[in-house]
T-cell receptor, first 114, second 116 residues
Framework: GQQLNQSPQSMFIQEGEDVSMNCTSSSIFNTWLWYKQDPGEGPVLLIA?????ELTSNGRLTAQFGITRKDSFLNISASIPSDVGIYFCAGQRGNNFGNEKLTFGTGTRLTIIP | EAEVAQSPRYKITEKSQAVAFWCDPISGHATLYWYRQILGQGPELLVQFQDESVVDDSQLPKDRFSAERLKGVDSTLKIQPAELGDSAMYLC??????????????FGQGTRLTVV
């Protein structure tokens, strides 16, 4: 099945650094979501975006919904050890509060170097 | 805090055997999803239920996989016979439609299947 393209695949940073990752699609999505997954656990929702051009923050996390509706990015400021994990973007085609499947990205693995 | 329950957490089975996974969604959530996540990839939808009805099973390998949600609450995903390529994390998620926001899908901890 289709998977969204995420970059970078992995990141190695030092604590306190800012992080930026993005997600692109060949087709339009009307809702973009960012999830974090810890080893052996299910994904947990971080941020949801519902309108093209929307910029949304959740603490140290900021995400934007691209104008073309084919991309999104996630920034993490001042990284801390608990930010380690795999970050997934996900898209939904609908935006009318219908329950639709999520199409996930390929993931970005974040590692913090001591 | 309400959560999606899945069991077992881990399962090792021999190829050609049958295996089953169970999911109990958050109470009141009408929509239930089964996703498969191969190591190093993002989850991919296998089947979606709305109450007891299948909404989307286009990616479910129906020759060996089956899913049911008989009373519209908990759900079972079965594989028979299991193949080596079925080794993956099987994630269950559920969602509702809140009045003033888009639905959020909550995921369980998953069942890690290893076929040997």
């Amino acid at each position: 099945g289709q998977q969204l393209n995420q970059s970078p695949q992995s990141m190695f940073i030092q604590e306190g650094e800012d992080v930026s990752m993005n997600c692109t699609s060949s087709s339009i999505f009307n809702t973009w979501l960012w999830y974090k997954q810890d080893p052996g656990e299910g994904p947990v929702l971080l941020i949801a975006l519902y309108k093209a051009g929307e910029l949304t923050s959740n603490g140290r996390l900021t995400a934007q919904f691209g104008i073309t509706r084919k991309d999104s990015f996630l920034n993490i400021s001042a990284s801390i050890p608990s930010d380690v994990g795999i970050y997934f973007c996900a898209g939904q085609r609908g935006n009318n509060f219908g329950n639709e499947k999520l199409t996930f990205g390929t993931g970005t693995r974040l590692t913090i170097i001591p | 805090e309400a959560e999606v329950a899945q069991s077992p957490r881990y399962k090792i089975t021999e190829k050609s055997q049958a295996v089953a996974f169970w999911c109990d969604p958050i109470s009141g959530h009408a929509t239930l999803y089964w996703y498969r996540q191969i190591l190093g990839q993002g989850p991919e939808l296998l089947v979606q239920f709305q109450d007891e009805s299948v909404v989307d099973d286009s990616q479910l390998p129906k020759d060996r996989f089956s899913a049911e949600r008989l009373k519209g609450v908990d759900s079972t995903l079965k594989i028979q016979p299991a193949e080596l390529g079925d080794s993956a994390m099987y994630l269950c998620a559920s969602s509702s439609i809140p009045r003033d926001s888009a639905p959020e899908a909550f995921f369980g901890q998953g069942t890690r299947l290893t076929v040997v």
